[in-house]
Every structure is written in C-alpha cells, then in structure tokens.
C-alpha cells in the first residue's frame, strides 16, 4: 500500500488558477471514483475540500474542483487567495477496505 | 455539532504501548455507513492511515502497521481506542480519529488531534 504520488510543490499568483495531480495505480485512483481531498493550514487538522473526485461538501468555495483521468486524480483552485496557501493532500480507496494518502503538495501564493 | 476529541499520555517511552482514546460528542458515529479511524502525521510530514473500526466491530489496519496495531470500541460507545505496542522514535506522530464514511469513502470529521513524542 504505497502513498499516492502528489508533486511536492505548487505556486501561482493571487486570481490565477493553479492545478496539482495526485497519481496511483489501477488498484486505487484508478479502479474506484472515490478520490477526496485535503486542505492542511500550518499546525491546523485537515479539513474536506472535495469528494467522490468532484464534489464538495457544503461551505467549500466552488474555486475547489477535481477531476481524475484514469490513474491520476487533480485538484484546481481557481481564482488563488492568500488563504488557499496550504498544503493539500489526496486519498483514494484502495479496495478491500484499505484507504490510502498521497504524499501532499505545498501550494505557496506568490 | 458532531465533535471528536484524542486523549491519552504525551510522552511514551521506546518499547511501550502507544494508548489513545477518541471520545465522541454532539453525534453517533457507530452505525452503516459509519466508521471509526485513526491517521497520524509525523512532525513535517504527510498523513499516513493507521485503521478503521467498522459498524460491526471488524476492523482494517494499515498492513505496515498491522502488526502493532489495535483498534477497538470502548465499553462507553461513546469512544474508541487506539493501542500501538512496541513503539520507536519513528511513531512520534499527531494522532487524529476522524469519522470515515463508508461508500463516498471520506473522512469529513476530525478530532483536533493530539501529539505524541516517543522518548526515554
């Protein structure tokens, strides 16, 4: 059960958008449209951005949206604000119960 | 409002039993399509998933953790527990429960965590 690959890093200005990936295999991103997503400020619990791949749960901004191709999931924050700078973490079902994160990525506002 | 809350010792030390517990207020947690989970993220790292304990009483645990690894229900089904033998350095960690739901396979409430360093 390997973590999910997720680029360490990712940057855009404030307005702009910025989209990040998060890669795993058949057996996981894959095989099941169960991919969420978690934003991480500094020294705060991880909070639910997106679900099922797409959706959002109520009071997350619709800047959030995700998408997946085959094995690789992503994530968009359109329209960057200072207080999207976090870090951002995928996880996917892996089948026979298992659930696994990526690795997460570091979204820095220029 | 559904609240999750870790408790247990902050210091352990090396070859001793890791204990925590995850008391559960304003909410159940114990039934489909519900279930209890543990992750922890070691200091400047990523989240890593440690277990569940299902509905039914069943439970997974993550298999680089299995072996050390115990999940389970407290008397007071108000709470459940996590127990981790045999710990390193390598275990110090924030520990979060959260609440896992089944089928959309998320985790959409968390505890505010609670850190543990292991130490002599």
């Known amino acids: 059960q390997s973590a999910l690959t997720q680029p360490p890093s990712a940057s855009g200005s404030p307005g702009q958008s910025v989209t990040f990936s998060c890669t795993g295999t058949?057996?996981?991103?894959?095989?099941?449209?169960?991919v969420s997503w978690y934003q991480q400020h500094p020294g705060k619990v991880p909070k639910l951005i997106i679900y099922?791949?797409?959706k959002r749960p109520s009071g997350v901004p619709d800047r959030f949206s995700g998408s997946k191709s085959g094995n690789t999931a992503s994530l968009t924050v359109s329209g960057l604000q200072a207080e999207d700078e976090a870090d951002y973490y995928c996880?996917?079902?892996?089948?026979?119960?298992?659930?696994?994160f990526g690795s997460g990525t570091k979204v820095t506002v220029l | 409002q559904l609240q999750l809350q870790e408790s247990g010792p902050g210091l352990v030390k090396p070859s001793e039993t890791l204990s925590l517990t995850c008391t559960v207020s304003?909410?159940?947690?114990?039934?489909?399509?519900?279930?209890r989970g543990w992750i922890r993220q070691p200091p400047g790292k990523g989240l890593e998933y440690i277990g569940s304990?299902?509905?039914?009483?069943?439970?997974y645990y993550n298999p680089s953790l299995k072996s050390r690894v115990t999940i389970y229900e407290d008397t007071s089904k108000n709470s459940f527990s996590l127990r981790l033998s045999s710990v390193t350095a390598a275990d110090t960690a924030v520990y979060y429960c959260?609440?896992?739901?089944?089928?959309?396979?998320?985790?959409?409430?968390w505890g505010q965590g609670t850190l543990v360093t292991v130490s002599s």
């Open positions: 304003g909410g159940s947690i114990t039934g489909d399509p519900y279930f």
């Open positions: 099922d791949v797409a």
């Open positions: 058949s057996s996981d991103v894959g095989g099941y449209n169960l």
């Open positions: 959260a609440r896992y739901v089944r089928y959309s396979d998320r985790l959409d409430t």
């Open positions: 996880a996917s079902y892996g089948g026979d119960n298992t659930y696994v």
């Open positions: 304990l299902f509905y039914n009483g069943a439970t």
